[in-house]
């Protein structure tokens, strides 16, 4: 916007670099240029103000695909002014004497001119595709067309404008259609979500059935090993065993042997004491058998005393002893027969 400084009966205009000054006076053009800075008068004096610099014009505009289908679309177009002087022309760019502010809207009708071809060049591609093509490739489509058209019409041309560059942001279709269209690619990640997470959970279930499966085989041979230790135990038991019956049996073989060894002697010493006891009693038979009969009887009396029992008195008669005797002395005799 001009700088203007108000003094009585003139006035000074200022702008910056990057801003086209057309000064005129009963038509005729007493200065033009950027960045000028003069005084005028304000009764005879019309000025035009009209920027240099690159503009940037947002579009937004609705339209229907083939398929009937409406879409936004959302683009932005940058423009500057290379002819200012043809734009003067053109356009009212007329500013106040005063304020400095533009008597007209010359931008807008720039951009209303602007918005109206690229939205034009917008529905001559949108009305030769679908909805699933304009989503697809809508945007490349859409800006090739929108900076063809600007670029080669002659009106902007004419103006004194040049396109500098054409973005096309978004291209979008209604609320419940894009919906409607993101709900397969939806379905289709939450299908990859859940193969993701069914493939997760097979993976979790064989490495848990290969930790039961070397829990099963440490088992196993914990097992095996067991089996082989009650084996050796009982092999050792056996051993064991058999090494203490070994030892009984030698035990028994030598306390048999030995009872033997004793019965043996014993048998000896009492056979040799019975043939002792038995040469004794021989001996004592000869000696009776050439003893008298007053000596057997002494003798018989002796024994007799020796085995009767213990008694207060005793009286002998001889109708007691006679008989005695007489049974005495025939069983010695028949003793002594015997014998040779």
Do not use: C
């Not at 002014?81 to 007329?94: G, K, L, M, Q, S």
């Not at 397969?184 to 490495?207: G, H, M, S, Y």
């Not at 306390?255 to 009693?281: C, F, L, P, S, Y």
């Amino acid at each position: 916007m001009a700088n203007i400084t108000l003094r009585p009966l003139v006035r000074h205009l200022q702008v910056s670099s990057n801003t086209y000054i057309r000064q005129t006076r009963s038509g005729k053009v007493i200065k033009a240029g950027a960045g000028q800075s003069f005084w005028f008068r304000p009764r005879t004096s019309s000025i035009s103000e009209l920027p240099l610099d690159e503009r940037e014009l947002p579009l937004i505009f609705r339209d229907r695909t083939i398929d009937y289908q409406e879409v936004a679309v959302q683009a932005s177009v940058t423009y500057r002014f290379v002819d200012p002087e043809t734009a003067v022309n053109r356009i009212d760019f007329t500013i106040d004497n005063t304020n400095g502010l533009w008597t007209s809207t010359p931008l807008e009708q720039v951009g209303g001119l602007l918005t109206e071809l690229a939205q034009q060049h917008a529905v001559s591609v949108l009305a030769n595709m679908k909805l699933t093509d304009v989503m697809a490739n809508g945007i490349t489509r859409l800006r090739d067309s929108i900076t063809t058209g600007l670029r080669g019409d002659d009106r902007i041309e004419q103006t004194g404008i040049e396109i500098v560059d054409v973005r096309v942001v978004a291209v979008r279709p209604g609320p419940e259609m894009e919906k409607a269209l993101q709900t397969p690619i939806r379905e289709q990640l939450q299908q990859k979500a859940d193969k993701a997470t069914f493939e997760r959970r097979a993976l979790a279930v064989e490495q848990e059935r290969g930790i039961s499966e070397n829990e099963l085989q440490n088992r196993i041979e914990l097992a095996k090993q067991e089996e082989q230790l009650v084996i050796q135990q009982g092999a050792n038991e056996q051993k064991r065993i058999a090494d203490e019956v070994n030892a009984t049996k030698i035990k028994v073989a030598g306390d048999a042997q030995n009872v033997e060894v004793r019965g043996k002697a014993k048998a000896q010493a009492m056979r040799e004491v019975g043939a002792a006891e038995a040469e004794t009693e021989r001996s004592k038979v000869e000696a009776y058998t050439d003893a008298g009969d007053a000596v057997l009887l002494a003798l018989a009396v002796k024994d007799l005393a020796g085995n009767l029992p213990n008694v207060g008195t005793l009286v002998v008669s001889p109708e007691m002893i006679t008989p005695l005797l007489a049974k005495l002395v025939s069983a010695e005799k028949q003793s002594g027969e015997g014998k040779n």
